[in-house]
């Protein structure tokens, strides 16, 4: 069981961050029309229904911990309802399922020149509203209102990058194919661009969760929070790197290398998949003890 709620933790955590990318990517990177409108229309409700499924599943295995049952025995609409209305958790689901109601809705029926803005506000409640399902959320610190504006930082910026990745390689590749060299070029100048202000983000916000979780270089190193934390900064300094020689090596030779782009991109993939294991790393993060409250 504790298998199928990391598994359901990382499919929701990835498919929400990768919605608002999708959003992110369209309204701040993509430099000219083509046809990939209903592409990435498809792509977001492929991350809504992922979302949704990996959410009820989330929260199915939940129950079934507290309840102290087993996954068969605890699927009751009543004990599910008494969660649902009696908890703070399920408070924010029931929020959380209404969003993504709206959200349904908005893909289905798309207002002309508001849909892709529209899109963006409801990704990033829905992203950020996944700080009251973590440890910011349960906390009673009285500094509870600073670790839960550093984890909705932390959360709504990882949703631009790394996860924006995945929608800036997929753009690449269709500007490529189009021989849209010029509009590659500046989509990569734009994603660069964006990504060091996310980065610099997701290091100061993540420093500053650090300090609440860990709350010491001991805890950091002998507490299995701490040595996961570890291994998650690991990764992303590895995906920065990548990203850093996109920006400094590849970037700086788009005008004279064509070539370049097809580099760019494969960097890209390979941070597409540094970002993968980081998100199940936060997965695993989340169902373990802070190291500074064993």
Excluded at 35 to 44: E, G, I, N, T, W
Excluded at 186 to 196: G, Q, V
Aim: charged fraction near 10%; glycine fraction near 8%; proline fraction near 4%.
């Amino acid at each position: 069981m504790y298998a199928l709620l990391i598994l359901s933790r990382a499919i929701h955590f990835g498919s929400c961050l990768l919605l608002l990318s999708v959003f992110a990517v369209r309204l701040l990177v993509e430099t000219a029309a083509t046809d990939d409108s209903r592409a990435a229309r498809r792509l977001a409700g492929l991350c809504l229904a992922a979302a949704a499924g990996s959410g009820f599943v989330w929260f199915w295995v939940a129950i079934a911990g507290m309840s102290g049952s087993g996954l068969l025995e605890s699927l009751s609409p009543q004990l599910f309802r008494m969660v649902l209305i009696e908890t703070a958790p399920g408070n924010v689901w029931i929020v959380r399922c209404a969003i993504g109601v709206a959200f349904g809705v908005l893909l289905c029926f798309p207002l002309r020149g508001w849909s892709w803005r529209g899109g963006a506000v409801l990704a990033a409640v829905l992203v950020g509203s996944l700080t009251w399902l973590g440890h910011a959320g349960a906390s009673e610190d009285v500094r509870r209102p600073w670790m839960l504006s550093a984890d909705v930082a932390h959360l709504l910026a990882a949703g631009v990058w790394p996860a924006g990745l995945l929608p800036f390689a997929l753009l690449l590749k269709q500007y490529i194919r189009a021989g849209l060299l010029p509009a590659a070029r500046a989509a990569a100048t734009r994603f660069s661009a964006m990504s060091l202000i996310t980065v610099a983000v997701l290091a100061s916000s993540g420093a500053v969760n650090a300090c609440f979780l860990v709350g010491s270089f001991r805890g950091l190193a002998t507490s299995e929070y701490g040595r996961l934390l570890i291994i998650k900064v690991a990764l992303f300094a590895m995906a920065v790197a990548f990203g850093a020689r996109n920006l400094l090596v590849h970037k700086a030779r788009l005008d004279i290398a064509p070539e370049a782009l097809d580099a760019m991109a494969r960097n890209v993939w390979i941070e597409v998949a540094l970002g993968t294991l980081i998100v199940f790393v936060v997965a695993i993060l989340g169902t373990l003890p802070p190291a500074s409250h064993p």
